[in-house]
C-alpha cells in the first residue's frame, strides 16, 4: 500500500463515519424512536446516542483535515497546487465543523439541561434544534461528497 492510498482510505473512512452517522440518526433511529418510545424515554436515549457518535465525529473532524492536508503534500504540491474541488471541500468541511460544534458546545447542553430537569417540553424544543441541525450538516456532507467524487474541473 503505497502512503497515498493510507492516507486517502483514512479520509474516506473518516467521512463515511460521520455522513453515514449521521444518516443513520436522521433517516433510521430517529423515525424509529418517534415510533417506538413516549417522549421522556426518547429524550433520555437521545442523551446516551449523542455523546457516543461524537467521540466519533470529533476522529473524524480532526482525521479530515490532517489526511487531506497529506494528501496535498504527498500528490498535489502542497496547498498551493490544491485543485478547486479541493478548495471547496476545505470550505465545506469549515461549515460542517461550525455546525458540529453548535451542536456539541450549545443545543447538547441545553437537552441535557432540560432533561435533567425533566422538563420534557423544553427537551423537546432542544431535540427539535439539533435536529434540523443534523440534517442540515447531513446535507452539506452528502452534497460534498456527491461534488468531489465528481472531481470537477473548471
Ligand atoms: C480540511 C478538510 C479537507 C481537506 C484538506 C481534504 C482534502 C482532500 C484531498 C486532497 C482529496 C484527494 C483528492 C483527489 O485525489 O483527487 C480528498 C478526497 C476526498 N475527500 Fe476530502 N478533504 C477535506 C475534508 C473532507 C470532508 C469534510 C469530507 C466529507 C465529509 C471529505 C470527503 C472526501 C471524499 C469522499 C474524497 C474522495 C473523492 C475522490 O477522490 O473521488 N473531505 N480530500
Known sequence: M???AFV???HLLAALVW?????FAWMVLRPAAVAALEAPARLKLWLEVFPRFFRWVWAAVILLPVTGVGMLHLS???M???PRYVQVMMGLYVAMLALFLRIQALQLPELRAAVGAEDWPAGGAALGKIRKTVGLNLLIGMALVAFV???PHW
Do not use: D, S
Open 8 to 10: 486517502y482510505a483514512l
Open 149 to 151: 467524487a465528481a472531481r
Open 80 to 82: 498551493a497546487g490544491a
Open 19 to 23: 455522513v453515514g452517522g449521521m444518516f
Open 2 to 4: 503505497t502512503p497515498f
Open 76 to 78: 498535489f504540491n502542497g
